[in-house]
């Protein structure tokens, strides 16, 4: 039997490698029965899409980040893009 | 993937074919100007970088680069979509170069065992000492939410360097795990410790930054 500490564990792990057999069993068995670990694991997977999605937000107007280039940085970019020679 | 793409392209966050759709296409051969990418893209390839090198002067040298090197491959291009996708491609591959470069002079030191991480978080036994709450709220509008993506921005800045590289590489960048192996310099199993370690930091810093906000204001 796992403990939550295990289960967690390979719940991660099962994002990023294919687990053996035993594992996905003893994983699946956990879970059935741990609420708390089946939270973790729609928490986990909930972090993914949020991770892959944060920089598409951000860029929307509605959820724009106020970080940008600082206005130095953008005209000494600018220099460079029309000094380069190429 | 196609799973997640699906389940949240009703709300306004995917904008992937948005500007294509509405553009006409320019005439391939028009000559770039490469000062308008600057307006056009720099602001998010430097948010990009900066949440990969977390250094605003590195990740503003980045952004440079990678336009200069638009600019010497010389190609011009159609849609806004496909030329920030190109500029993201150059970018990514630069950063992870970087990343591989310094793993390789600071060498990583050793991660600690299975058995000895994240024990602050569980009891002896192996159970939750501090257990996951329940996150009120339907996840798709939750990704809508200004606030919710500025306690996300908050929440990965918080994290240990290396975990926000790693996170970032392999859950934004979507790299497949060897290859941010290589980029960082460290063992399968390392690199299983960091991801569970940054998924861990991440989740609790948004549970106690924004979920648990959530539950007082209902």
């Not at chain 1, 598409?56 to 893009?81: C, F, N, Q, Y």
């Not at chain 2, 941010?180 to 549970?207: H, I, K, S």
Request: neutral net charge.
């Amino acid at each position: 039997m796992l403990s939550c500490q295990e289960a967690s564990y390979l719940v991660s792990e099962s994002l990023d490698r294919k687990l053996r057999l035993w594992q996905r069993i003893k994983v699946r068995l956990h879970l059935l029965m741990c609420r708390l670990c089946s939270r973790f694991r729609k928490q986990t997977l909930f972090l993914r899409d949020a991770a892959r999605y944060y920089l598409m937000g951000a860029e929307e107007s509605e959820t724009a980040v106020d970080i940008g280039l600082s206005p130095e940085a953008r005209d000494r970019i600018k220099r460079s893009l029309q000094s380069d020679p190429s | 993937m196609a799973h997640v793409r699906r389940a949240y392209s009703k709300g306004t966050i995917t904008r992937e074919d948005e500007p294509m759709n509405k553009k006409p296409l320019e005439t391939p051969s028009h000559p770039p100007d490469p000062t308008t990418w600057v307006d056009q893209h720099g602001d998010f390839l430097f948010r990009y970088a900066l949440s990969r090198l977390g250094n605003r002067a590195v990740a503003e040298d980045f952004v440079q680069e990678t336009f200069l090197a638009a600019l010497r491959a010389g190609k011009s291009f159609s849609g806004r979509s496909t030329e920030r996708t190109w500029f993201v491609g150059i970018l990514k591959h630069k950063i992870v170069d970087h990343l591989r470069q310094q793993s390789r002079e600071r060498p990583v030191s050793a991660v600690n065992s299975t058995e000895e991480m994240g024990a602050d978080l569980f009891g002896k036994s192996g159970s939750w000492q501090v257990k996951p709450a329940h996150w009120p709220g339907d996840p798709e509008e939750v990704l809508e939410k200004k606030e919710f993506w500025e306690a996300f921005r908050h929440c990965l800045e918080d994290l240990p360097r290396r975990l926000r590289t790693v996170f970032s590489l392999r859950e934004m960048d979507e790299l497949p795990t060897d290859e941010v192996c290589e980029a960082m310099q460290v063992t399968p199993g390392n690199l299983g410790v960091l991801l569970y370690r940054a998924r861990m930091g991440l989740r609790r810093c948004l549970e106690i930054n924004w979920f648990d906000t959530q539950t007082e204001a209902s």
